[in-house]
């Protein structure tokens, strides 16, 4: 079955960097878009970016620009995202989400089960 | 940037009609698609493109897009479809998350 597992919480200063991953199993991991999207503590759900495992290209939204990478491992069926120079308002759930490709965009039809990264001084 | 305006909140009756509206300029004109997400849960997707049900969405979820708005109706509605609901679409290869609405059950 379909499976994007992500990887623990994480806790870091403002200024820092992390890493969070994704590992996706049970399908071709080189067909599917990964994208990323994140909510704060009571918020809404906020779309970050987009990686093709395939040919690792990547589209940013325009709050990631500069601060979020996306990258990939296609030897593990990984998908990573780097954010840097972290801010207390980076405080959030980070989840992973497969995109289907429809005419003018994806819809997600499975998701990583969260992760929260915890801005603290 | 492109918007999606959801109410907050929605109160429905156990087994009665919710309806869930999210407006955005020219909406109709692009695909719209909803998730439901339950306290501490990832979200699910409940429909696709404006009207499509994913396999295992119970039936008594239906969406309808057109003009400005995009709308959620969940008929016959159950005590488990108390969540929060999000609608989403594409605009410039941008994805776009509405405000988001809680749905109780009452």
């Known amino acids: 079955q379909v499976q994007l597992v992500q990887s623990g919480a994480e806790v870091r200063k403002p200024g820092a960097s992390v890493k969070v991953s994704c590992k996706a199993s049970g399908y071709s991991f080189s067909g599917y878009y990964i994208h990323w999207v994140r909510q704060a503590p009571g918020q809404g759900l906020e779309w970050m970016g987009l990686i093709n495992p395939n040919s690792g290209g990547t589209n940013y939204a325009q709050m990631s620009q500069g601060r979020v990478t996306l990258t990939r491992d296609t030897s593990t069926s990984t998908v990573y995202m780097d954010l840097s120079r972290l801010r207390f308002d980076d405080t959030a759930v980070y989840y992973c989400?497969?995109?289907?490709?429809?005419?003018?965009?994806?819809?997600?039809?499975?998701w990583g089960q969260g992760t929260l990264v915890t801005v603290s001084s | 940037s492109y918007e999606l305006t959801q109410p907050p909140s929605v109160s429905v009756s156990l087994g009665q009609t919710a309806s869930i509206t999210c407006s955005g300029d020219?909406?109709?004109?692009?695909?719209v698609y909803w998730y439901q997400q339950r306290p501490g849960q990832s979200p699910v997707l409940v429909i696709y493109q404006d009207t499509l049900r994913p396999s295992g969405i119970p039936e008594r979820f239906s969406g309808s897009n057109s003009g400005n708005t995009a709308t959620l109706t969940i008929s016959g509605t159950q005590a488990m479809d108390e969540a929060d609901y999000y609608c989403?679409?594409?605009?410039?290869?941008?994805?776009?998350f509405g405000t988001g609405t809680k749905v109780t059950v009452l």
């Open positions: 020219n909406l109709g004109d692009k695909y």
């Open positions: 989403q679409a594409w605009d410039r290869s941008t994805g776009v």
């Open positions: 989400a497969r995109g289907i490709q429809a005419s003018g965009g994806w819809w997600f039809d499975y």
